[in-house]
Each structure stands twice: as C-alpha cells, then as structure tokens.
C-alpha cells in the first residue's frame, strides 16, 4: 500500500508521551523523532520555561484572538532574529498561504534554524521544499521561519519596504503568543551559544559518506528525488528500527541535541 505524506504517521502505535527527542508509545517502545513536528520541535518536546508559559496565559484566560503587550514581545524576538524585517502573523498554514496567494512576490523562502534558508517552490495549492540551499536571504523578499514551538503561530517575514502594501495579519491569542515567545528566545540562546549545530556523531559521519543523504549541519535531505513508494518502504525500515524520519521526502530530517551511543549506532546502520 503506498500512504499519503500524513498517512504515514497512521503507521505509527499511538503516541502516549513526547519529551525531549523521543516519543513514548502505547505498546511500551519509544522512538526517536527525527521529524521533530517538521522542525517545530527542534529545541525537543515539552521544553518546560515554555510550558509553563502557556500555563500561565491559560490561567488567565487568554484565550480569545484579542490585541495583547504579548505580540509587541513576540515581535521583537522575531526582529532579534531578523533584524529589519517586517513580520505578518497566521493562526495556521491555510491563513498564510491565503496571504501569499494575494501576493505577486514568486520567490519565497523556508527558514530554518543554523542553516539560513532553504529555497522552495510557490503554487496556488502547495508550498514544499526541494532541498536546495539559499544562503543569500537578502535576495528573497519573503521568509517563512520554522518556528520552534508546534501549535504556532505561523508567520511571514518580509522586506520592509513591503510592509504598507502586504495584507494584514491575523491577531493571535496571547494563550499561544506567551510559549511561543519564550520558544523564540531559547531558540535564539541556543543558535548564540552554537554548540547544537556543530554536534559531532562520528558513527553518523562514516555512514553517510556512502549514503543517499547529504548532510546540512543537523539536517539531512536525500540527494535524490524518491518516488511515494519508495519513501513508504524507507519510512517503514527507520520506523521498525526505531526511529521517526518525516512523513515527506520534502521535508528534511534532523539529527536531534542528544541521542545513546546506542541510538546513534542504530541510526549509522540505517544511513549504511
């Protein structure tokens, strides 16, 4: 049976509990999640600053989309990480792509953290990686960042000479502005200090010098267009050796902060 990109997750026992970079299944096992909610969760699961964060919105019942100092601070965590920028917000994907339909700006551009940004294809109906590097972001008018933290917002980072004429945003509630500011500043801690994306795995190394990956500091894409079927029957052979790849080839997977000697030793075999 050939699965659609989500689908794939259906293969999945159900998932109990999330921290850090595994996942706790029902039937006793966990995984190592190298989809990492396609980025969202790069800092690992259930970070606890941040839980707490939405914690504290919650309890005051910051729930309704309704101006809040909130978006100011979030805000600026997003000018902090893209000085001279203009930032437009979404509820969800569907909001953001109804705003670049309404755009006539062709070039756009998936950020992700360490890495600067990795160039993308634009159509009506879909917005997916192909892989390719686009280190010079100063030629790309409009930047979606992978957020770290998965229930949102979505933004739109933009050219500030774009800023009168593209369309408004959306208010966001304070209840997922809170966490998804003290994401952003941890976020911007971790890239600062470095270390996470010159981590070394030496067994993961050697292994993907002879492999159908190429390796971008934590991320990995495979050099070669792959075909549903065959990216069914890969997705099955990491999930049975007890790792999460992501459920589209477009997406790339992400080596995590830590992982057992163990852990990597399987993965090395799996990329061998």
Same mark, same amino acid.
């Given at each position: 049976?050939?699965?659609? @990109?989500?689908?794939? &997750?259906?293969l /999945?026992?159900?998932?109990?509990?999330? =921290?850090? #970079?595994? !996942? +706790?299944?029902?039937? *006793?096992?966990?995984l190592?999640?190298l989809w990492?909610?396609?980025?969202?969760?790069?800092?690992?699961?259930?970070?606890?600053?941040?839980?707490?964060?939405?914690?504290?919105?919650?309890?005051?019942?910051?729930?309704?989309s309704?101006?809040?100092?909130? @978006?100011r601070?979030? &805000?600026?965590? /997003?000018?902090?990480?893209?000085?001279? =920028?203009? #930032?437009? !917000? +979404?509820?969800?994907? *569907?909001a953001?792509?109804?705003?670049l339909?309404?755009?006539?700006?062709?070039?756009?551009?998936?950020?992700r953290?360490?890495?600067?940004?990795?160039?993308?294809?634009?159509?009506?109906?879909?917005?997916?990686?192909?892989?390719?590097s686009?280190?010079?972001?100063?030629?790309?008018?409009?930047?979606?960042?992978?957020?770290?933290?998965?229930?949102?917002?979505?933004?739109?980072?933009?050219?500030?000479?774009?800023?009168?004429?593209?369309?408004?945003?959306?208010i966001?509630?304070?209840?997922?502005?809170?966490?998804?500011?003290?994401?952003?500043?941890?976020?911007?801690?971790?890239i600062?200090?470095?270390?996470?994306?010159?981590?070394?795995?030496?067994?993961?190394?050697?292994?993907?010098?002879?492999?159908?990956?190429?390796?971008?500091?934590?991320?990995?894409?495979?050099?070669?267009?792959?075909d549903?079927?065959?990216?069914t029957?890969?997705?099955?052979?990491?999930?049975?050796?007890?790792?999460?790849?992501?459920?589209?080839?477009?997406?790339?997977?992400?080596?995590?902060?830590s992982?057992?000697?163990?852990?990597?030793?399987?993965?090395?075999?799996?990329?061998?």
């Open positions: 049976m050939i699965y659609s @990109e989500r689908e794939l &997750l259906r /999945l026992p159900r998932v109990l509990r999330a =921290r850090d #970079f595994h !996942l +706790y299944l029902e039937n *006793g096992k966990r190592v999640d990492l909610a396609g980025g969202r969760a790069i800092l690992g699961h259930k970070p606890p600053m941040v839980l707490g964060e939405m914690k504290n919105a919650a309890e005051r019942g910051l729930f309704t309704l101006p809040h100092p909130m @978006e601070r979030f &805000l600026k965590a /997003l000018g902090e990480l893209f000085p001279g =920028r203009a #930032f437009r !917000l +979404y509820a969800d994907t *569907g953001l792509r109804q705003a339909k309404e755009t006539a700006e062709k070039k756009v551009s998936i950020w953290p360490f890495t600067g940004s990795l160039l993308i294809n634009r159509s009506s109906d879909s917005i997916s990686s192909d892989g390719r686009d280190d010079n972001q100063q030629e790309t008018r409009i930047l979606i960042p992978v957020l770290p933290w998965p229930l949102g917002p979505e933004a739109l980072v933009l050219d500030k000479d774009m800023d009168d004429t593209f369309p408004a945003g959306e966001i509630p304070p209840v997922l502005l809170a966490p998804a500011t003290r994401a952003l500043y941890d976020l911007l801690a971790v600062k200090d470095g270390s996470r994306a010159r981590r070394v795995y030496p067994k993961i190394e050697k292994a993907l010098k002879n492999s159908q990956w190429r390796r971008r500091l934590i991320y990995l894409t495979l050099e070669e267009e792959t549903r079927e065959k990216y029957a890969l997705f099955k052979r990491f999930l049975e050796g007890g790792f999460l790849i992501p459920p589209s080839p477009e997406e790339p997977l992400i080596l995590p902060a992982m057992s000697d163990g852990e990597e030793a399987k993965l090395a075999g799996l990329f061998g």
